[in-house]
């Protein structure tokens, strides 16, 4: 079993919809939660970024954590065709200094379409 | 101005031959990494080095040897290229720890 699970996909909505991505998680040491948005044929962008549960907002987009659980979310609001690429999660312990330093685990990534 | 840049953007090869990927970031970053995309898109670390030392060296093949001649610049290098190296490789750097990176747009790499 992978330590982060994200359905592939692929998701296709109409633009204008709301967008629902979401990755579960084994391990309880995960601190830091991040979404990378990723277009074709580039390098991996940074979205959100959150530390422990909560919730986040930045425009469209809101990421949440719930520990309690093993589940982040990602949602998209009034999504764009713009937005159409493969969204990532990601996410790392808190063992600064460690043998993880700065490891991130990835999800596999969900590929959205947005139709116009 | 690119802030990670990698170099080749794509690279084929032939089964045997020994390649080299460069890598440069100019953010003033301490840490930087290698991670390997595979075809269904999953990424995977496989180094990290934290001011010239390595730090994180994943279950990788010691075909890979990764070098950092200084805190903005982290090479991979690839003996004896096998058919299932074939990929995208992406260097990233980073400045907090825990922080999100900053990913190069990635080395394609076709082994033949």
């Known amino acids: 079993q992978k330590e982060v699970e994200q359905d592939p996909g692929p998701l296709s909505v109409p633009e204008g919809a709301i967008v629902s991505l979401n990755c579960t998680y084994s391990?309880?040491?995960?601190?830091?939660f991040m979404w990378y948005r990723q277009y074709s044929r580039k390098g991996p962008e940074l979205l959100m970024y959150?530390?422990?549960?909560g919730n986040k907002e930045d425009g469209r987009f809101t990421a949440q954590v719930d520990k309690s659980s093993k589940y982040i979310s990602l949602f998209i609001r009034d999504s764009q065709p713009s937005d159409s690429a493969t969204y990532l999660c990601?996410?790392?312990?808190?063992?600064?200094?460690?043998?993880?330093?700065?490891?991130?685990?990835f999800g596999q990534g969900t590929i959205l379409t947005v139709h116009p | 101005d690119t802030a990670v840049s990698q170099t080749p953007k794509y690279l084929v090869t032939q089964m045997g031959n020994d390649k080299s990927i460069k890598c440069e970031q100019n953010?003033?970053?301490?840490?930087m990494y290698w991670y390997k995309q595979d075809s269904k898109k999953f990424l995977k670390i496989m180094f990290s080095?934290?001011?010239?030392?390595l730090i994180i060296n994943e279950t990788v093949p010691n075909r890979f040897s990764p070098k950092s001649p200084d805190k903005a610049h982290l090479n991979l290098h690839i003996n004896s290229l096998e058919l299932g190296d074939s990929a995208v490789y992406f260097c990233?750097?980073?400045?907090?720890w825990g922080y999100g990176y900053t990913f190069g747009s990635g080395t394609r790499l076709t082994v033949v």
């Open positions: 990233a750097s980073s400045q907090e």
């Open positions: 959150t530390y422990s549960s």
């Open positions: 080095y934290n001011n010239k030392e």
């Open positions: 391990n309880s040491a995960f601190q830091y």
């Open positions: 990601a996410m790392t312990t808190s063992n600064a200094g460690g043998t993880s330093y700065g490891k991130l685990t």
């Open positions: 953010l003033g970053h301490d840490t």
